[in-house]
């Protein structure tokens, strides 16, 4: 496919990469193939994620996947699952260790044909707020996610992102668990078992 092979050679970012604390170079981690019917709409590959050029090999994709029930399989499956991340490498860590927010120079770049080549996705999930604010504008990540009731009607799903820096976010809003997370679930199970 030309789209991917184009995103997995961009080099817009070098610069920027090269001058974080971790100094590195582009990777382009690339994960969907037109006819998916979920489509991951996440932030920004991790570390972990880089190194490995495949998305979500991390603690993060360990929730993700426990959130939406998905096998490691059935994520994995180009076939019917995308991760569109809204930039598709990592952006490095500033001097203190902590991420960098995705770079918007990729999103301008790459989503919008991204997501006409993808066609009818039929279940979106939105993780973090970079995702969250792209897709359903601005606001901050609890209310949106709070409110989840109303994108969810149209077949989008905003989350936080599952990171264990959230651990405490999920301990204070329990009906995340209780309420958005069963119903994630079922959709998620009846898309992919169609």
């Known amino acids: 496919m030309a789209l991917t092979s184009e995103i997995r050679a961009c080099r817009l970012c070098a610069d920027r990469f090269a001058a974080t604390a971790t100094g590195h170079v ?5 994960w969907f193939r037109p006819g998916a019917r979920l489509l991951v709409a996440g932030q920004a590959p991790g570390l972990r994620v880089h190194e490995s050029g495949r998305p979500f090999t991390d603690r993060s994709g360990d929730r993700l996947r426990d959130w939406t029930g998905l096998s490691e399989a059935e994520f994995y499956d180009l076939s019917r699952v995308a ?3 809204m930039a598709f490498c990592f952006p490095g860590y500033d001097t203190k260790g902590a991420d960098l927010p995705p770079p918007p120079i990729c999103a301008r770049t790459w989503r919008d044909r991204v997501l006409r080549e993808l066609g009818e996705v039929r279940l979106t999930l939105l993780v973090g707020g970079a995702a969250i604010r792209w897709h359903l504008g601005p606001g901050p990540v609890t209310a949106s996610v709070a409110n989840w009731r109303g994108p969810a009607s149209r077949g989008v799903f905003p ?5 264990w820096r959230n651990t405490g976010w999920l301990k204070r809003n329990p009906w995340f668990e209780a309420e958005l997370l069963p119903e994630l679930r079922l959709r998620v199970r009846r898309l992919m078992d169609v």
């Open 26 to 30: 582009p990777r382009p981690v690339v």
């Open 159 to 163: 989350l936080p992102h599952p990171s």
């Open 83 to 85: 991760v569109v991340p």
